[in-house]
């Protein structure tokens, strides 16, 4: 993967730099300056707490550099919400391109698993260990960008500030901390203080009012869990809006959070559909025990944290097939202009 940033400037910024002498390298992968060996968590002997403040520090320094990448390489724009926060207040941000608002066409929107991990991000352990292309969601952006009109990178993780935290990162050294432990001061952000509130509140400000005709959710693990519950909190405006929804590896439960609406059940096996890890090749159906859930296929692989990548041509191939579909039955149901019915309309005989 091409990259215009360098992340071992970020690293350098650091006051850690020789703790973390590591770069990724042209195809993406993160390898020891000197020694081209990949990361290695135990770098200080018998100093759990140490070890993993540096792996904190390098998943921070992560988190900046792809928020650059989304950025620079990308080229999308940061959006801080809620819209009418203050100067002062703590705020959230996601990521969109440039006319996703605008484009009259399809909008894919990116929806992740949870964990410490921030927008763009498939997960943080998956980009250290296995690299940019597999770990990241810049691939999925890039198609987004070729293929469909517009693109929007959600930041479902991002709820709360850790003052003391922040300050840590001011400074980004390690040093050796008593057993005891420091007290934080959580603040959450107004308006994305859990991954739903996030999800619901740029659904309500920004992709329900954009000009898309055609909006598709690809969701990860507990992010499917989130996008069930955007579905049941704005079910007409979800069904009516989005085309399709691809889960990876999904934590949604159909028949708990869908329970008493068999319209909203079967909104959901007609337009969605999971990528499981399995043994079995890619795109081969694993078979659903729950009938009222989507069909389910082969991620691909047996490895949770590869599924994302793993799946990604195929979660395209299926999104395009389903527009084609959806354009095919709207084409259908539109009145066929002809001589005669022109001549009625303008009152001739």
């Given at each position: 993967m091409e990259q215009e940033l360098s992340f071992r400037k970020?690293?350098?910024?650091?006051?850690?730099?020789?703790?973390?002498?590591?770069?990724?390298?042209?195809?993406?992968?993160?390898?020891?300056?000197?020694?081209?060996?990949?990361?290695?968590?135990?770098?200080?002997?018998?100093?759990?707490?140490?070890?993993?403040?540096?792996?904190?520090?390098?998943?921070?320094?992560?988190?900046?550099?792809?928020?650059?990448?989304?950025?620079r390489v990308c080229k999308l724009q940061k959006v801080n919400i809620p819209t009418d926060a203050s100067e002062d207040e703590p705020r959230s941000f996601f990521f969109m391109s440039e006319k996703a608002l605008t484009n009259?066409?399809?909008?894919?929107?990116?929806?992740?698993?949870?964990?410490v991990f921030r927008a763009g991000q498939w997960g943080q352990k998956t980009i250290i260990?296995?690299?940019?292309?597999?770990?990241?969601?810049?691939?999925?952006?890039?198609?987004?960008?070729?293929?469909?009109g517009g693109v929007i990178v959600l930041n479902p993780n991002d709820n709360f500030i850790d003052l003391k935290i922040e300050e840590e990162w001011l400074s980004l050294s390690i040093k050796e901390e008593s057993s005891s432990v420091k007290s934080s001061w959580w603040i959450p952000?107004?308006?994305?203080?859990?991954?739903?509130?996030?999800?619901?509140?740029?659904?309500?400000?920004?992709?329900?009012?954009?000009?898309?005709?055609?909006?598709a959710f690809i969701a990860h693990g507990y992010?499917?869990?989130v996008f069930i519950n955007?579905?049941?909190?704005?079910?007409?405006?979800?069904?009516?809006?989005?085309?399709?929804?691809?889960?990876?590896?999904?934590?949604?439960h159909t028949l708990h959070q869908a329970r008493d609406n068999p319209q909203v059940q079967e909104w959901i096996q007609k337009h969605c559909r999971e990528w499981i890890t399995n043994s079995k090749p890619l795109d081969r159906p694993t078979g659903c025990l729950v009938k009222v859930d989507c069909p389910t296929?082969?991620?691909?692989?047996?490895?949770?944290?590869?599924?994302?990548?793993?799946?990604?041509?195929?979660?395209?191939?299926?999104?395009?097939?389903?527009?084609?579909a959806k354009n095919a039955i709207a084409f259908s149901r539109s009145p066929i202009i002809t001589r005669s019915s022109t001549n009625k309309k303008n009152g001739n005989t």
């Open positions: 970020l690293v350098e910024s650091s006051e850690c730099p020789e703790q973390l002498k590591y770069d990724f390298n042209k195809n993406g992968e993160l390898k020891h300056l000197d020694t081209n060996e990949p990361f290695v968590f135990n770098y200080y002997k018998n100093a759990h707490e140490r070890n993993h403040k540096r792996y904190q520090i390098l998943g921070h320094l992560i988190t900046r550099y792809v928020y650059e990448l989304l950025e009259s066409t399809s909008l894919i929107v990116l929806l992740q698993d949870r964990g260990h296995e690299g940019l292309d597999q770990g990241t969601q810049l691939p999925f952006i890039k198609v987004a960008l070729q293929c469909y952000k107004r308006c994305s203080s859990s991954p739903e509130e996030h999800t619901i509140y740029v659904w309500d400000h920004f992709i329900s009012k954009s000009a898309a005709k055609n909006v992010g499917g869990l955007l579905l049941m909190q704005r079910t007409w405006e979800v069904m009516s809006k989005v085309y399709s929804v691809a889960f990876i590896d999904s934590m949604h296929v082969s991620a691909g692989t047996e490895k949770y944290i590869l599924a994302p990548s793993s799946a990604l041509q195929a979660i395209f191939k299926y999104l395009k097939s389903m527009l084609k």
